[in-house]
């Protein structure tokens, strides 16, 4: 069973930066693409970044430049780095890993952006 624990969230100002963190726990293959996605009130869920296990990344226009998808294997865990905050990136985050054909989401973490 995998599961992934997400970390990280809270309420930050604008200009302000956090980092999440997504731990992943179980049986995977070794080669996976992770994901963050999120979703704020009101919105569909979007693809915020996605990294594969070559490396390749990808973000959402609206994070460019600003926000950084990483991913450590040796400890089975993902990052987002998030600076210039903004209200706008006020959402739950999650994390999502695609292994094979099957997907694993993780909880959700909060991310509030205000002063």
């Known amino acids: 069973q995998v599961q992934l624990v997400e970390s990280g969230g809270g309420l930050v100002q604008p200009g302000g930066s956090l980092r999440l963190s997504c731990a992943v726990s179980?049986?995977?293959?070794?080669?996976?693409?992770m994901a963050w996605y999120r979703r704020a009130p009101g919105k569909q869920r979007e693809l915020v970044a996605s990294?594969?296990?070559?490396?390749?990344?990808n973000y959402a226009n609206s994070v460019k430049g600003r926000f950084t998808i990483s991913r450590d294997d040796a400890k089975n865990t993902a990052y987002l780095q998030m600076n210039s905050l903004s209200p706008d990136d006020t959402a739950v985050y999650y994390c999502?890993?695609?292994?094979?054909?099957?997907?694993?989401w993780g909880q959700g973490t909060q991310v509030t952006v205000s002063s």
């Open positions: 990294i594969r296990s070559g490396g390749s990344i």
């Open positions: 179980g049986n995977i293959f070794s080669r996976y693409a």
């Open positions: 999502n890993l695609v292994s094979g054909i099957t997907a694993y």
